[in-house]
C-alpha cells in the first residue's frame, strides 16, 4: 500500500450511510439573508433554504432566491436577487398604469412606467404619459396631462330650473327645482357621468303641475267646472246654490298644497240652506195680486225677495216692492258689456267690488264699484277700461251682491 493512499477502510466509511458530511455555512449575500435565521449549520444533503431580501431592497423579477445542499456536501449556486427599487407608482385621480405596468413590483432606479388617461378624461398634451424613478428610490412628478370631458349645458327644465351651477365637467353634479305649484319627478339633481368612452348628462327630472281632486259636492247647489276630474295648482272654484236657497261660508276656494306635492282645497265648502218655504210662497202670491204690474213679472223667489225681470227697456217705480229689492241690472257703460243680465236679488245699501280673474290685474288700481241705494237705483261705477293702446284687451268679471257675478268685458276700441 503507498504511503499517499487512504487505506481501504477510510474509503469504506465514506461510502456507508449517514457518514456523508452535511453542508457547511450557508452562502452569503449583500442584500438577502436566510429566512430562518436560527439555524445556520448541520445541513443534510438536498436540504434546501430561501433567502429574504433586507429593508430597503426588492426581489429581482426571474432570479431564484433559495439554494440547495448537493450531495457533494456543497450549496448550489445563488446570484444576488434585490435590488434597490421605488414602490408602488402612486395612484392618480385622471390617469390609469398601463396593463404591462401594472403588474410589475420591481422598479428599479431609472426604469419609467407608462399611464393613460381615465374614462371620462382627455389627454390634453402630445407627451408620453409616463413617470421616472429617481436615484432617491421616489417617482418623478405627474403633471396633470389629463382633464375631465364635458357634458355641455345640460337644457332647459320646463316649469323648473337648475341651481347651484358651477361647471359642466365630467362627475359635476347639479340640483334641480320646480316653479311653485309644480312637483319633481324624478331625482332633485342631475349628473355628468360616463357612457362608454364619453360622458353625458343623467336624465333630467320632470315638472309636473300639482293637481286637486274634484272639490266637495254640496247638496242644493253647483260649482264651476263641474265634471272636471282633476284641477290645475291655484285653479278656483266657485259656488253657486240652486233657486230657493242662499249661500252660507265663502262661495270660492283655491286648489294649494301643503307638502309641494299633493294638492289640498283651500278650505271647506260653503252649504246652501233653504227658507221657509210656506211664508215665501204667501208673500209671493201677495206680490204677484196686489204689487207687480205689466210690464214686470216675477222670473225667481228667493230668501223673501224678488228678482223681477221686465219685458221693456223701462225701470219700475219706488214702492212696488213692500219688501224692497233692486232692478238686478248693473249699471250699464259706456265702455263695457254685461255679459249676464238674469241675476239675483240685491238689497238696498249693498255695495259691491269688482274682482279681477286669475292673470289678470286693473289699471291705476281702480276697481268698480256700485252700491244699491234707498230709490233702487245703483250709484255711478268710475270708468275702469282705458282707450285703445299697444295693450291687448283683458277681461274682467264684476262680483254681485248676491250669489252670482256679472261678467263684463271692454267694448272694441277700449282695454282694460
Given amino acids: 500500500m503507498s504511503p499517499g493512499l487512504p487505506g481501504p477502510a477510510l474509503a469504506l466509511a465514506l461510502l456507508l450511510p449517514g457518514t456523508r458530511s452535511d453542508c457547511g455555512p450557508l452562502p452569503k449575500l449583500n442584500h438577502a439573508i436566510p429566512s430562518d435565521m436560527d439555524r445556520i449549520e448541520g445541513f443534510p444533503v438536498e436540504t434546501q433554504v430561501t433567502y429574504r431580501c433586507r429593508d430597503g431592497f426588492v426581489k429581482i423579477p426571474g432570479k ?39 403588474s410589475k413590483n420591481y422598479h428599479p432606479v431609472g426604469v ?26 421616489t ?63 343623467s336624465e333630467l327630472p320632470t315638472c309636473q303641475v300639482i293637481t286637486c281632486p274634484s272639490p266637495p259636492y254640496i247638496a242644493n247647489g253647483t260649482y264651476d267646472g263641474r265634471g272636471v276630474e282633476n284641477f290645475a295648482y291655484n285653479s278656483t272654484v266657485t259656488y253657486r246654490c240652486d233657486p230657493g236657497f242662499r249661500l252660507i261660508g265663502a262661495a270660492s276656494i283655491h286648489c294649494t298644497t301643503k307638502d309641494k306635492i299633493s294638492g289640498i282645497w283651500s278650505g271647506p265648502a ?16 201677495k206680490h204677484k195680486k196686489k204689487r207687480i204690474k205689466r210690464p214686470y213679472y216675477v222670473s225667481q223667489f228667493q230668501n223673501k225677495h224678488f228678482t223681477i225681470t221686465s219685458s221693456h227697456s ?67 261705477v268710475p270708468g275702469f277700461c282705458g282707450t285703445r293702446s299697444l295693450l291687448s284687451r283683458r277681461t274682467r268679471a264684476w262680483q254681485s251682491c248676491c250669489y252670482n257675478r256679472f261678467p263684463i268685458r271692454c267694448k272694441s276700441g277700449f282695454h282694460p
Avoid at 114 to 137: A, D, F
Avoid at 329 to 353: D, G, H, M
Fill in 112 to 137: 419609467t412606467v407608462r399611464y393613460t388617461c381615465r374614462p371620462g378624461y382627455e389627454n390634453i398634451t402630445e407627451m408620453l404619459l409616463v413617470r421616472t424613478c429617481l436615484e432617491n428610490l
Fill in 314 to 380: 223701462s225701470s219700475f217705480p219706488r214702492g212696488d216692492l213692500r219688501t224692497r229689492g233692486s232692478w238686478i241690472t248693473p249699471p250699464l257703460f259706456r265702455f263695457a258689456v254685461p255679459l249676464y243680465i238674469n241675476q239675483n236679488y240685491c238689497s238696498v245699501r249693498t255695495k259691491e267690488r269688482s274682482i279681477c280673474r286669475q292673470s289678470y290685474m286693473g289699471i291705476s288700481g281702480v276697481l268698480p264699484s256700485a252700491t244699491c241705494f234707498q230709490n233702487l237705483k245703483w250709484s255711478e
Fill in 64 to 102: 431564484s432566491d433559495t439554494v440547495v445542499c448537493l450531495s457533494n456536501s456543497q450549496w448550489s449556486n445563488i446570484n444576488e436577487f434585490c435590488g434597490r427599487s421605488c414602490g408602488a407608482p402612486t395612484r392618480l385621480k385622471f390617469a390609469a398604469l398601463s396593463k404591462e405596468d401594472e
Fill in 270 to 285: 260653503p252649504e246652501c240652506k233653504g227658507s221657509n218655504k210656506a211664508s215665501n210662497n204667501t208673500v209671493l202670491e
Fill in 139 to 201: 417617482w418623478s412628478e405627474a403633471p396633470e396631462f389629463c382633464r375631465r370631458k364635458s357634458c355641455g349645458h345640460p337644457g332647459e327644465l320646463l316649469h323648473g330650473r337648475a341651481v347651484h351651477i358651477t361647471e359642466f365637467l365630467y362627475g359635476a353634479k347639479i340640483d334641480v327645482l320646480c316653479e311653485h305649484g309644480y312637483k319633481l319627478i324624478g331625482r332633485p339633481f342631475i349628473q355628468c357621468r360616463l357612457k362608454g368612452d364619453e360622458v353625458e348628462w
